[in-house]
């Protein structure tokens, strides 16, 4: 007697649990169910993660309630979101990570949605490409400081730091601030 394969909800539900993709399901930012691969990416037993605010895998309340407002304000508008963003691990490794969200509540997007994360490995080049200004000023970047904050840290212009800060991500090859403080902290 062969038993025959799994089908509807039951095939859904395998599926869901070995997919390859880190997949969670959120009610209002709080976890309601997450698949292996989403428990392996971030270092968690389910149990720890059931019932939790997205905030634990957050490095930062100011990450978690930066990214919250933006995806929520594009989600009102479209069901679909995604973006690449800081995560951290249960052992404290900050990551940069690929994330995709679709609400199923449009009228309430943090009602109810679907996340997908992809761990991005990003390969810093040598620390050695930046200047020892480059590197002062980098420091001040990563630690969120604006153009002319830093400017009047060091006793500058902002237009000197300005251009200081275009060479690093261009040294660091780049797209935006975000990655540019990555490969900063990578390099760290």
């Given at each position: 007697m062969t038993t025959?394969p ?13 997919s ?18 989403f ?10 993660l ?11 309340f ?16 479209t069901p ?20 995709r969200?679709?609400t199923?509540?449009?009228e309430?997007p943090?009602?109810l ?19 020892m ?15 002319k904050?830093?400017a009047r ?5 902002h237009?000197?730091?300005e ?5 690093i ?15 900063i902290?990578?390099?760290?």
């Open positions: 025959s799994p089908m509807g909800r039951e095939l859904m539900a395998l599926a869901f649990e070995h390859a993709s880190a997949i969670v399901v959120t009610q209002k930012r709080r976890i309601l169910e997450c698949n292996h691969a428990c392996e990416l971030f270092e968690y037993p389910r149990s720890e059931i019932g939790q605010l997205m905030l634990k895998l957050y490095p930062s100011a990450d978690f309630k930066t990214i919250g407002d933006r995806g929520y304000k594009e989600m009102l508008r679909n979101y995604a973006d690449e963003r800081f995560m951290q691990t249960r052992s404290g490794e900050v990551f940069w990570a690929k994330t969200g679709r199923l509540t449009p309430a943090f009602d949605a679907v996340w997908t994360f992809i761990k991005i490995d990003v390969r810093p080049q040598a620390e050695n490409q930046l200047s200004r480059e590197r002062e000023i980098s420091g001040f970047i990563a630690n969120g400081l604006t153009c904050e830093i840290e060091l006793g500058i212009s237009r000197t730091v251009t200081h800060r275009a060479r991500m261009k040294k660091l090859d780049c797209r935006n601030t975000a990655e540019m403080v990555s490969r902290i990578q390099l760290s």
